[in-house]
């Protein structure tokens, strides 16, 4: 089992929806990432957050440390916003451990 | 040239061949990654350098050898791959805090086959 698990494997929805993937982990974390991969292969950090709610334009990320788990919504869905959406953890360390993404894809 | 860069993009050679990968970091950070991603499989971490020192090697086989110059520039020297070798090569830099929080910029990656 890895120590970063996330859900669905493969996501696709209607432009305009709201969107929900989540990520588990069972280590102890110093901060968890959001990072987003698009076809080519690019990743860009989307957030970096250790406690309670962040939010970037149509994009939340949430997490619960007691519980163990994230989620990243993004609302108001776009075919832009297809990409495959990876989740990390960092440990105080240099090193991050990463989920195994979720693809996205949002039709017009 | 801003970011994380990498060269080439693309890369096909053979198994008896020997290239090498490029990474140049702009952002002035202190610390650069190598990653291996799979299809269906997670990033895997190859290998760290701080400070220009190398701080992780995961277990990679000795054909994979890196090189950090300095802090800017990284080098993934390949020799006598294997097909399963294929893959992309993210390349990564951060700016480690003394808490050891990080985030991480990526640069776009070598595709590489092997035949």
């Known amino acids: 089992k890895n120590e970063v698990e996330q859900s669905p494997q493969n996501l696709t929805a209607q432009e305009g929806e709201f969107i929900t993937i989540n990520c588990s982990y069972s280590v102890g974390i110093s901060a968890l990432h959001w990072l987003q991969q698009h076809p080519g292969g690019g990743i860009v950090s989307l957030f970096m957050?250790?406690?309670g709610k962040k939010k970037h334009g149509r994009l939340i990320a949430t997490i619960n440390i007691q519980e163990k788990h994230s989620s990243l919504h993004i609302t108001a869905s776009h075919p832009r916003d297809s990409a495959v959406y990876i989740c990390?953890?960092?440990?105080?360390?240099?090193?991050?451990?990463f989920g195994t993404g979720t693809r996205l894809q949002v039709f017009p | 040239e801003t970011g994380v860069t990498q060269t080439p993009r693309h890369l096909v050679m053979g198994m008896t061949n020997k290239k090498s990968l490029k990474c140049e970091q702009h952002?002035?950070?202190?610390?650069m990654y190598w990653y291996k991603q799979s299809a269906k499989k997670p990033l895997e971490l190859m290998f760290v350098y701080n400070f220009k020192e190398q701080t992780e090697n995961n277990s990679v086989p000795s054909r994979f050898s890196p090189e950090c110059p300095n802090s800017s520039h990284l080098f993934l020297h390949l020799h006598t791959l294997q097909p399963e070798d294929s893959a992309l090569y993210l390349c990564?830099?951060?700016?480690?805090?003394?808490?050891?929080?990080?985030?991480?910029?990526f640069g776009p990656g070598t595709r590489l086959l092997v035949l």
């Open positions: 990390a953890v960092g440990r105080n360390t240099d090193k991050l451990i």
């Open positions: 957050l250790s406690s």
């Open positions: 990564a830099s951060s700016q480690l805090a003394p808490s050891g929080e990080q985030t991480q910029y």
């Open positions: 952002l002035g950070h202190n610390a």
